[in-house]
Structure formats: C-alpha cells, structure tokens
C-alpha cells in the first residue's frame, strides 16, 4: 500500500490546518489495519472455495467496519474542522458546512 507524502495539514483544496482526525489518527489507523486483515482472509476464503454465505458474512461486517471508520472520520472533522472553521471565519465556516453536507449526501446517497 502506498501512502501520499505527510502534509501539515488538509490536502484537499487550500486547506491548511491540521486535520481533525490528528488526535485520533493512531486509533483510525489501527482500525484499518484490522480492516486489511478482514480483506486479506475473505481473499482466502474465496480461495480455499469456502461457502458463499460465509464469505458474504465475512464482506458485510468489513463494510460495517469502514462505515464506523468514517463515522469516526466524521466526527473528528465536525469537531475539529467545522468548529473551528466556525470560530475563526465564518465565510470559511459556511464553506466546511457546505463541504459537510456534501460529504453526507454522497455517503447516504440522497
């Protein structure tokens, strides 16, 4: 797996603060290493020929624990990035919120 080079802060447009997920990032991390492993064994079980249901089952609960991870993701840039775009500037805080609601339309699928 390779990894972008290390920013102080966001790499998505002009942003440049710390991420919100900073003080979290270990636990984040750890979660998808876990994540990798459930990938890695549900590759396995499809090629030691194991039964559909299980594999489903095994697929199903890797998805339910990338949902948790960016659950967490969004939380962190709620509490981190949106607040304190709110505090600082609030062109920049309409622009986390706009950017916030655009995140949830496109994970619900609204």
Request: proline fraction near 4%.
């Amino acid at each position: 797996m390779t990894s972008a080079p290390a920013s102080p802060g966001h790499t998505h447009g002009q942003h440049t603060q710390t991420p919100g997920y900073a003080a979290r990032k270990a636990d984040h991390l750890a979660r998808l290493s876990k994540i990798e492993g459930q990938i890695r064994g549900i590759s396995r079980m499809i090629t030691d020929d194991r039964y559909c249901i299980d594999v489903l089952t095994q697929i199903s609960a890797a998805g339910r624990a990338l949902q948790e991870v960016a659950l967490g993701l969004l939380d962190d840039h709620v509490r981190g990035c949106v607040t304190e775009a709110a505090r600082a500037d609030p062109a920049q805080a309409e622009e986390r919120f706009a950017e916030f609601s655009d995140t949830l339309r496109r994970a619900l699928r609204l």
